[in-house]
C-alpha cells in the first residue's frame, strides 16, 4: 500500500541528492576532519563547503554557523549559552505556544531561579507587540521566540520582533526549525542574533542540525570538550551527516519558490476541500500568515487520535501536534493557548506537506476524510449515552 505522506512538520524524507551527496562519507572518505594527516585533511573541506551552503540559505556568513546535532540542541545552545555568557540578567522572555525545546527548558529555567514571562497569544495564534517590548526590563538576558509554530504553521512577525530586541539591546533567539526552507530568509538584513535548524525537517538526515550566531554576541559552550566549531560544540563532527545539511540546504534554497506556490496550493486545496465538505471543521490560525505548508484543524466532536488510526489504516501519515509530544494525552498547549476549549482541541490533525506530494495524493485524501470523519462522529455519538450510564 502506498503512503501518502503528510506529517513533514515531524520529519521529511531525505532527498535522494542529499542521499548520494552524503554515501562517499560512509564509505572512502571516513577521516577525522581534525586529524593531522592529509586522509583525515581532505574531508575539513567538506565541512566549509556544507557551513557556506547552509549560509547561502540564511543570508550569513559561514562562520556565524556551528553545527550541533539538530534544532533540541540548538535552541539548548543558544539559551543556555547567552545566560552564561550573561549570569548577572536572570530575565527570560519568550512565549506560551513554543516547542518543548524551548518551552520546557525555560520551564526548568524558572524552576533554578530565572524569572521566565510566558507571552500569551490571541485566538489566531499570534503575540501582542506591546506586550512583548512592556515585559522587556533591564535584567532581561534573551527573548526566545519561535518563527513559525510547528503545529499550526503560524507566522510570528519576527523582523518586528527583531526590532523591539534591538532597541532594548537584548538578545533575541530565534527557534527557526519550521520556517528554514520553507520562507525567504536573510539574517544579514534582520536583527536576529541567533536562530537555530534542524536538518531532518529540510530533507537531510536526522541527527544534525545548526545554530547561527551572529558575529560579535557571545555565548559559551554547554558542553566541554575539544575545539570543534570555533570552541562552540566540541566532539568530533558527523561528517556524512553534514555534508547531508549542506546539500539540503542548498536544494531548499532553489524550492523556495516551490514552497511559496506548488506546495501552498496543494494546502489551500486540502483546506478548501476540507471545510467544503466537513461541517464540524475548525482551521486553526486561518486568521494569520502561516507556512505554505502547514494546516491544522479540529474535527468538532471526533477524537484526533481514532481519525487518525483510521487514516493511518488507509495508509495515510499525518498527526495530531508535535511529535515530540506524541506520548502524551493531553491536547496540544499551542490549541489551548489561543483558546480552542479542550474538547474541541481533542480533535486535531495537522496536516504538514513537502514538495514531494502531488495533486493527486490530495485528491485522494479529500475523497475518503469526508467518511472517516462521519464514521468516528457516529462511533462518538453511540459511546457518548453509555458514557452517562456508567458514569458516577
Not at 486535531?348 to 485522494?364: C, D, G, K, P, Q
Request: include cysteine; hydrophobic fraction near 40%; proline fraction near 5%.
Amino acid at each position: 500500500m502506498a503512503i501518502i505522506y503528510l506529517d513533514n512538520n515531524a520529519t521529511t524524507r531525505v532527498a535522494p541528492e542529499v542521499r548520494e551527496a552524503l554515501l562517499p562519507f560512509l564509505d572512502e572518505l571516513y577521516g577525522n576532519p581534525s586529524s593531522p594527516h592529509h586522509f583525515g585533511g581532505q574531508v575539513e573541506k567538506y565541512l566549509t563547503i556544507a557551513r557556506t551552503q547552509l549560509a547561502e540559505l540564511l543570508g550569513c556568513r559561514p562562520k556565524e554557523i556551528t553545527f550541533t546535532s539538530g534544532g533540541t540542541e540548538s535552541d539548548n545552545l543558544a539559551i543556555r549559552g547567552v545566560l552564561a555568557a550573561r549570569p548577572e540578567k536572570r530575565h527570560i522572555i519568550t512565549s506560551q505556544v513554543e516547542h518543548s525545546a524551548v518551552l520546557v527548558q525555560c520551564q526548568e529555567l524558572s524552576r533554578q531561579g530565572y524569572h521566565v514571562d510566558f507571552l500569551t497569544v490571541d485566538s489566531d495564534g499570534q503575540i501582542d507587540l506591546e506586550d512583548l517590548e512592556n515585559k522587556i526590563q533591564q535584567d532581561t538576558a534573551l527573548v526566545s521566540i519561535m518563527w513559525a509554530n510547528n503545529e499550526t504553521g503560524v507566522l510570528f512577525p519576527i523582523e518586528s520582533i527583531s526590532q523591539i530586541c534591538k532597541a532594548h539591546k537584548v538578545p533575541l533567539h530565534v527557534d527557526a526549525v519550521q520556517a528554514v526552507g520553507k520562507i525567504p530568509i536573510n539574517l544579514g538584513s534582520t536583527h536576529i542574533d541567533l536562530l537555530s535548524l534542524s536538518g531532518h525537517k529540510i530533507h537531510a538526515p536526522k541527527g544534525v542540525g545548526a545554530l547561527y550566531v551572529r558575529t560579535g554576541l557571545r555565548i559559551r559552550p554547554i558542553t566541554w570538550g575539544g575545539h570543534q566549531e570555533r570552541g562552540k560544540r566540541p566532539g568530533t563532527e558527523p561528517v556524512p551527516l553534514i555534508v547531508g545539511l549542506g546539500k539540503a540546504a542548498e536544494l531548499a534554497h532553489g524550492w523556495i519558490d516551490e514552497e511559496q506556490n506548488r506546495v501552498r496550493q496543494l494546502r489551500d486545496m486540502l483546506e478548501t476541500g476540507l471545510a467544503g465538505s466537513i461541517a464540524n471543521l475548525q482551521v486553526n490560525g486561518a486568521g494569520s500568515p502561516r507556512l505554505p505548508n502547514t494546516l491544522n484543524v479540529c474535527f468538532k466532536g471526533v477524537e484526533g487520535e481514532a481519525l487518525l488510526l483510521l487514516m493511518d489504516q488507509m495508509g495515510m501519515a499525518a498527526s495530531s501536534g508535535s511529535a515530540c509530544l506524541a506520548d502524551k494525552l493531553e491536547p496540544s498547549h499551542v490549541l489551548l493557548a489561543m483558546g480552542v476549549p479542550e474538547s474541541v482541541a481533542q480533535g486535531a490533525v495537522r496536516f504538514s506537506l513537502s514538495r514531494y506530494n502531488t495533486e493527486e495524493e490530495i485528491r485522494e485524501v479529500l475523497k475518503v476524510i469526508p467518511g472517516l470523519n462521519e464514521k468516528v462522529l457516529q462511533l462518538s455519538k453511540a459511546a457518548d449515552p453509555v458514557k452517562k450510564m456508567v458514569s458516577p
